[in-house]
């Protein structure tokens, strides 16, 4: 079994920052892609920032430059780091990540989603 579990959401004003974190743990042979979503009431669940097991990183227009993914290949997690929050970034943010288990298969994981609210 496969399992990850997000931290770091919470309430802050606008212009402050917020560090999510997510840790993936069990059967892992290795963690490929990993990426932060996020869905604001009544919208679409959209890609924020992806990070390959190699490194590269992609953001959506939005947050570049505000926004940093990192991880952490020794502890399995990924972190984002989000500086001068807007209120539009206001969300549950979800961790996501494509990971091989032990047994060889590759599945797709989701996090249980951690609340960002950003009030002006």
């Known amino acids: 079994q496969v399992q990850l579990v997000e931290s770091g959401g919470g309430l802050v004003q606008a212009g402050g920052s917020l560090r999510l974190s997510c840790a993936a743990s069990?059967?892992?042979?290795?963690?490929?892609?990993m990426d932060w979503y996020r869905q604001a009431p009544g919208k679409q669940r959209e890609l924020v920032a992806g990070?390959?097991?190699?490194?590269?990183?992609n953001y959506v227009d939005s947050v570049k430059g505000r926004f940093t993914i990192s991880r952490d290949n020794a502890k399995n997690t990924v972190y984002l780091q989000m500086n001068s929050l807007k209120p539009e970034d206001t969300a549950v943010y979800y961790c996501y990540a494509d990971i091989t288990k032990t047994n060889k298969l590759r599945r797709s994981y989701w996090g249980q989603g951690t609340q960002v609210t950003v009030s002006s």
């Open positions: 990070i390959t097991s190699t490194g590269s990183t």
């Open positions: 069990g059967s892992i042979f290795t963690v490929n892609a």
